[in-house]
């Protein structure tokens, strides 16, 4: 049995499908984790999710910014953008099981290997949270989104404020955190203000800012925290970090992690993808 972690897909299902021929994924042994945006800007946003939910509790995935996009746009609580590609899923026969699907999913993973932590989320980690407060704050998120009032909660979602957690914050703010943390994260500063606006690379971190994990002192730093969401940062493989998005829908690879006995014990298989969309 292993535990593969796949990067961002974002509706490359082709790429996917042989990923997971070259991994020779069997979901009644092995076990898959998909970390965030499984849809948007690739051409197959719908046939991504049939895929990942056929294979029942073998395997699990995490919301990204662009998962929570489609089921925002889905509720009209967003406007779709000039970019996206998901009308395959909005126009599907099946539409409804998969927007229920989807929003029944996880904003935070956590698995216990080999005696160590494996933290898993979309983006970040603010340096304030340890383990347990990344599992306890996402939890709040997920049940607002498999709840009756997820669509006013998705009307509300967006914005950069406020910048900064605190453990005073409620409703709506709250939840706003939460979510830009976990789903937008690169940068933030030592006190862990966010910063939402610059997409490069680690070297390219605002004045004042840091890449998250980076940030001296950051509490989960005993963790093993696996992310993608980050195409310019691409594969990163350090002690208590594993960076995944390799910039599949722009042409890059996608590349999954196969975890051995311990978190930290970890190897890249990828597969080259063709370009569905131009960087800018």
């Given at each position: 049995m292993a535990l593969y972690l796949i990067g961002d897909v974002q509706g490359c299902d082709d790429a996917l499908g042989r990923l997971l021929d070259k991994i020779d994924f069997s979901p009644s042994r092995d076990r898959l984790v998909l970390l965030g945006d499984m849809v948007n800007r690739g051409p197959g946003s719908a046939t991504v999710l049939r895929r990942v939910q056929?294979?029942?509790?073998?395997?699990?995935?995490?919301?990204?910014?662009?998962?929570l996009h489609l089921l925002a746009v889905a509720m009209g609580a967003h406007k779709a953008g000039r970019r996206d590609t998901l009308a395959g899923v909005l126009d599907a026969p099946d539409r409804d099981a998969l927007l229920d699907w989807l929003r029944h999913q996880h904003m935070a993973l956590h698995e216990n290997v080999g005696g160590s932590d494996l933290l898993m989320v979309h983006a970040g980690v603010l340096p304030q949270w340890n383990v347990g407060d990344v599992l306890a704050f996402a939890s709040e998120v997920e049940s607002v989104l498999q709840g009756s009032a997820f669509g006013e909660f998705l009307?509300?979602?967006?914005?950069?404020?406020?910048?900064?957690?605190?453990?005073?914050?409620?409703?709506?703010?709250?939840?706003r955190v939460i979510v830009n943390a976990l789903t937008r994260l690169r940068f933030c500063n030592a006190d862990g203000v966010m910063e939402f606006e610059v997409k490069d690379d680690a070297s390219a971190a605002p004045p004042g800012f840091m890449p998250w994990f980076d940030v001296p002192g950051r509490r989960t730093a005993k963790a093993t925290?696996?992310?993608?969401?980050?195409?310019?940062?691409?594969?990163?493989?350090?002690?208590?970090?594993?960076?995944?998005?390799?910039?599949?829908?722009?042409?890059?690879?996608?590349?999954?992690?196969?975890?051995?006995?311990?978190?930290?014990?970890?190897?890249?298989?990828?597969?080259?993808?063709a370009q569905s969309q131009k960087p800018g």
């Open positions: 056929g294979y029942g509790a073998s395997a699990r995935s995490l919301l990204g910014n662009h998962d009307h509300s979602m967006y914005g950069n404020e406020p910048t900064q957690w605190r453990d005073s914050l409620t409703g709506d703010a709250r939840l925290v696996a992310f993608g969401h980050w195409s310019t940062l691409g594969w990163l493989s350090r002690p208590g970090l594993l960076s995944t998005d390799t910039g599949c829908v722009w042409g890059g690879c996608l590349s999954a992690a196969r975890i051995g006995a311990t978190a930290a014990e970890r190897e890249q298989i990828k597969v080259e993808c």
